[in-house]
DNA sequence: ACACTGCCCTGCGAGC
DNA sequence: TGCTCGCAGGGCAGTG
């Protein structure tokens, strides 16, 4: 699951094979939808001539920007995948897009389950999602003073707030349940309650472990790989993501792991180490 | 504005 | 071996 840390990821691995070359081309495969409607003809048409100013990152999206404004905006969602390659080799499994270079190049979109999407944008792609997306939880601008206010006012728990991209932009369930469990704070807190200290905790948490997954050059939990095809290494060094399911031990305590599903994503913690309020009914299991 | 639900989509692994 | 079935979840539309 492509979130900041592997997004980045692939945006680092992108940047010195396409900034400065120029698209010769566009090749759409049977799954036109994965230009979000756009006419492949017309996306071709746009794009054909143009050359790549640079690339950059916002939340969970690629964008590339192009000499004359215009720009690409890319979402890979779950199982999408961006791949180099020379023009000559055969298209990857599930290739649904090749974008051509003049050098040769063709930067390749792959989606198995088609929730990814390369939209092309006449103008600025980052327009559209300014008003979609909250802060960048590793620029400076993103302080403890700043997290506090976005928790303050918000009742949902705190895990469906930390997956809101509206609030913080880039953090994926896999991220989010590590922060919480270094935070020590339950994924069913209401946000607005977590106190000053919890909150100076979980931003600290948040940088912590989005830093780890920038170092380890992401998760590859499934199919995750960046644009060269080299899978991450930040799996090794996950706490609790994916263990609440089969009864792992809490690497803290020694606690078996649990899971409850929030926001129709799967939760997992230690129920020892992240505890709600006395009080609350809905204790873990 | 906020919170919540259902939908999209399909390979994979578990279970029989 | 071969089948069925549930699981994975980001973003968005729709509803209250």
């Known amino acids: 699951m492509p979130e900041l840390p592997e997004v980045e990821t692939v945006r680092r691995t992108l940047e010195p094979a396409i900034v400065q070359q120029t698209i010769s081309g566009l090749t759409v495969g049977a799954f036109s939808g994965v230009l979000g409607g756009m006419e492949?003809?017309?996306?071709?048409?746009?794009?054909?001539?143009?050359?790549?100013?640079?690339?950059?990152?916002?939340?969970?999206?690629?964008?590339?920007?192009?000499?004359?404004?215009?720009g690409i905006e890319v979402h890979l969602r779950m199982t999408g995948h961006i791949e180099l390659a020379p023009v000559e080799r055969d298209p990857i499994r599930f290739q649904h897009l090749a974008l051509h270079f003049e050098n040769g190049i063709d930067l390749?979109?792959?989606?198995?389950?088609?929730?990814?999407?390369?939209?092309?944008?006449?103008?600025?792609?980052?327009?559209?999602?300014?008003?979609?997306?909250?802060?960048?939880p590793l620029s400076s601008d993103f302080t403890s003073v700043v997290l506090a206010a976005i928790l303050g006012k918000r009742y949902a728990p705190i895990k469906s707030a930390l997956l809101d991209q509206?609030?913080?932009?880039?953090?994926?369930?896999?991220?989010?349940?590590?922060?919480?469990?270094?935070?020590?704070?339950?994924?069913?807190?209401?946000?607005?309650?977590?106190?000053?200290?919890?909150?100076?905790?979980?931003?600290?948490?948040?940088?912590?472990?989005l830093n780890s997954g920038l170092e380890h050059r992401g998760t590859t939990f499934?199919?995750?790989?960046?644009?060269?095809?080299?899978?991450?290494?930040?799996?090794q060094h996950l706490y609790v993501y994916g263990r609440g399911r089969s009864g792992g031990a809490c690497p803290h305590c020694g606690h078996p792991l649990t899971h409850l599903v929030i926001s129709a994503r799967t939760s997992h913690f230690c129920p020892n180490c992240q505890r709600l309020p006395s009080g609350d009914s809905s204790a873990a299991i």
């Open 40 to 70: 492949p003809e017309l996306a071709n048409a746009l794009l054909t001539g143009r050359r790549v100013r640079s690339i950059r990152r916002r939340g969970k999206y690629l964008l590339i920007d192009l000499d004359d404004g215009s």
């Open 108 to 136: 390749r979109f792959a989606d198995q389950r088609k929730f990814g999407r390369v939209i092309v944008h006449a103008g600025n792609p980052e327009l559209g999602l300014k008003t979609k997306l909250g802060p960048e």
């Open 166 to 209: 509206k609030a913080i932009a880039g953090i994926g369930n896999i991220y989010a349940d590590e922060a919480l469990f270094l935070s020590r704070i339950h994924p069913l807190r209401p946000a607005k309650s977590l106190t000053p200290e919890e909150i100076r905790k979980l931003h600290r948490n948040i940088r912590r472990v």
């Open 222 to 235: 499934s199919s995750y790989r960046d644009a060269n095809g080299e899978s991450g290494e930040n799996q």
